[in-house]
């Protein structure tokens, strides 16, 4: 690791170079993804924002590595990725606990260990002494909040995240938002957030992605100013989105 | 960070947790309980009183001549009285041996059978009607077939039992695994679940309550392919459930046949409690129910 310095040197986490994605083949082909290129910095938080039909859950399937882009490459120079969803997707025959432990168990991690970890994550995302409840037992960002750290208990330092708060109420979203943004300090990691909120976007990434629909495209990017900890309620926050919402208004328009 | 600042993060989130938290999540307290077990209990004890009524009225009707039907007041001394001879425990107890032992055969088929089929697409495509058509089969036409393959004995017994319950069984299984939630097998695909841990971890805890609304039926159709074996392939004068049964019929021993009749009645709801009771808890720990 290196040390961190007001403006550490990023170097990429995520390469993604040229990739094109059609799903189907002959006339029923569609092509999801055509000639995008992203490159994610070490610690950066990217978010990503676009109409229905930009690909972005495709796009981040394939940083994943669940997919395959059909041409160009993605690379994550050996950082091990996770990933995150808008429901939780707690496995619900197992306690809280028992779903953290699921990819310490894949991984292979001694038992011991594995307890200790879950008290670990537990107490990063404030939810010490929830080991034994069920995830029906929680409310929906309680479950967000455990899907996190069963995500971080992969040991991955990037996360990606397909409109994780997208189910959730206001209050909820703007609390998790704080505790993402403290999560990602702490834990250094590298995020590629998704979403269809601009205001999002704009409150939690260093840069935001604006991709076209049908097929996607990098439309556009705009570096976030703005000390964290932001407020999605601040001026300047509203400010910024306003331009790249006016801007993904005409991308919407462009298809009727 | 200033430290207050992190505190005040940590309140609100909590404060939110516990608005968000339902009160009283932890269960009725003892005396609600109580209530709710009596109020369950209450209305099967008049139902059974009614039952009991109706049948002696049947009789005091004098419908039939009370030696081919006589009311409880002379069936339920008989029946105390079997309940208290060693005969018939015996029966019972080779009825269930039997029960269990068909039931488990039938578990084995049924799971090997669902498994291969909800993994192989072409396999599925050429049993899985044939598996939905074994269900809707009468068992009791197999039992033909079953003797000239096995005689009289308690494999033919076996045989049909093990063609009754195994498509229930396997049924309920392939059905459970098609309908694992997709985006549980989104996440377990992430988590990098693989092969055998992608079955023990998720596949098939997923799969779980389907399972066991297949075993509940399976075991319907086992226990009356059983009785209907009993009747129909008696071995070697061996004592049983069915063997009692004939027998009864035969001596025009009505009491006994109707207390036999009863017990079968019983076994059939106490199984079914259990298969109940194993499907509530699953879901209560699902938070599939609402209680």
């Known amino acids: ?256 | 960070m200033p430290e207050a600042d992190v505190r005040d993060d940590e309140r609100r989130v909590q404060g939110l947790d516990a608005l968000e938290l339902r009160p009283g999540a932890d269960g009725p307290p003892a005396a609600e309980r109580l209530r709710r077990i009596w109020a369950a209990t209450w209305p099967k004890l008049v139902a059974a009183v009614l039952v009991l009524a109706a049948w002696q009225a049947v009789v005091w009707s004098g419908w039939r001549p009370e030696y081919v039907l006589p009311g409880p007041d002379r069936v339920l001394p008989v029946l105390a009285d079997e309940l208290a001879s060693a005969e018939f425990w015996q029966a019972v107890g080779v009825t269930m041996r039997r029960a269990v032992t068909g039931f488990a055969l039938a578990l084995a088929v049924g799971v090997v059978v669902g498994l291969a089929v909800s993994r192989f697409a072409p396999l599925r495509v050429a049993i899985g009607s044939l598996i939905t058509g074994l269900q809707t089969m009468p068992s009791i036409v197999w039992f033909p077939f079953a003797m000239l393959l096995y005689g009289i004995t308690e494999s033919a017994i076996m045989f049909v039992i093990v063609l009754g319950a195994a498509p229930s069984i396997a049924g309920g299984l392939t059905s459970g695994i098609d309908y694992v939630s997709p985006s549980l097998l989104r996440a377990g695909k992430v988590m990098g679940l693989r092969g055998v841990q992608h079955y023990s971890l998720l596949v098939i805890p997923a799969a779980l309550p389907m399972f066991v609304s297949g075993l509940k039926q399976g075991w319907a159709f086992a226990w009356r392919s059983l009785m209907a074996g009993e009747l129909l392939v008696v071995i070697n004068q061996q004592n049983s459930i069915g063997w009692a049964l004939s027998q009864a019929r035969q001596l025009n021993d009505a009491e006994r046949l109707l207390s036999y009749i009863i017990i079968v009645l019983c076994v059939g709801i106490l199984i079914d409690v259990f298969f109940n009771w194993a499907d509530r808890s699953l879901r209560r720990r699902w938070g599939v129910t609402a209680s």
């Open chain 1, 1 to 256: 690791m290196t040390t961190i310095t007001e403006t550490p040197p990023r170097t990429a986490a995520v390469e993604i170079g040229d990739i094109t994605k059609v799903f189907g083949e002959g006339g029923g082909a569609v092509t999801a993804i055509d000639g995008m290129s992203v490159s994610v910095g070490t610690g950066e938080f990217l978010a990503i924002v676009g109409a229905s039909g930009c690909g972005k859950s495709t796009l981040l399937s394939l940083v994943a590595g669940l997919d395959r882009p059909t041409t160009g490459t993605v690379d994550v120079g050996g950082h091990r990725v996770s990933m995150m969803f808008q429901e939780a997707a707690l496995f619900p025959w197992l306690t809280v606990g028992a779903n953290i432990e699921v990819p310490m168990r894949v991984n292979g991690v001694p038992r011991a260990e594995r307890k200790r970890r879950v008290d670990e994550l537990l107490a990063l995302v404030r939810l010490t002494g929830f080991a034994r409840k069920r995830p029906h037992q929680l409310s929906g960002g309680m479950r967000q909040r455990v899907a996190l750290a069963r995500a971080l208990a992969q040991d991955a330092d990037v996360l990606l995240m397909d409109e994780p708060f997208g189910a959730l109420d206001a209050m909820t979203r703007d609390i998790l938002h704080d505790e993402l943004e403290r999560i990602w300090r702490e834990r250094s990691l590298t995020i590629l957030f998704v979403t269809h909120n601009v205001r999002e976007a704009v409150r939690l990434g260093d840069r935001v992605v604006l991709l076209s629909s049908r097929p996607g495209r990098v439309l556009a990017e705009f570096p976030v100013e703005g000390e964290r900890p932001r407020r999605i309620d601040s001026a300047g926050i509203a400010e910024q989105a306003a331009v790249i919402t006016d801007q993904l208004r005409r991308e919407v328009s462009r298809h009727a």
